[in-house]
């Protein structure tokens, strides 16, 4: 797994979600830039110490930002509560990435969960 599988996956994604995942990328980074870049489950995940803080993968008519845990998005239910979400995943539209803000909470909320374990 490397920065250059994230790399890969977006350049095989159509324009204008590709600048959207672009722009998510830089603003999960901001938030935790010592994270690896790489796949798991064949979308890009970004690992602090190992564990999955942070994801994305684009869909044929969405976006989605994937937490990699189930218990993330009840905890920002006010925050999450304009997107349509699943337990793992958050959709948003394929021209507008997710506000800076938003990433930081979602990344704060995952990380404090891995602290616990």
Not at 37 to 42: A, P
Not at 45 to 56: M, N, S
Not at 60 to 68: M, N
Request: with cysteine; proline share 6%.
């Amino acid at each position: 797994m490397s920065k250059q599988d994230v790399d890969r996956y977006l350049a095989a994604v159509e324009e204008p979600k590709r600048s959207t995942l672009e722009e998510l990328r830089r603003r999960i980074l901001e938030v935790v830039p010592q994270a690896e870049q790489g796949l798991s489950y064949g979308c890009p995940a970004f690992r602090i110490d190992g564990k999955v803080v942070a994801g994305f993968a684009a869909f044929t008519h969405h976006l989605s930002y994937l937490p990699h845990s189930g218990s993330v998005f009840p905890e920002l239910a006010e925050e999450v509560a304009r997107y349509t979400t699943s337990t793992g995943a958050l959709q948003f539209e394929v021209d507008r990435p997710l506000p800076k803000s938003l990433v930081r909470k979602l990344i704060a909320v995952r990380r404090r969960q891995l602290s616990r374990t």
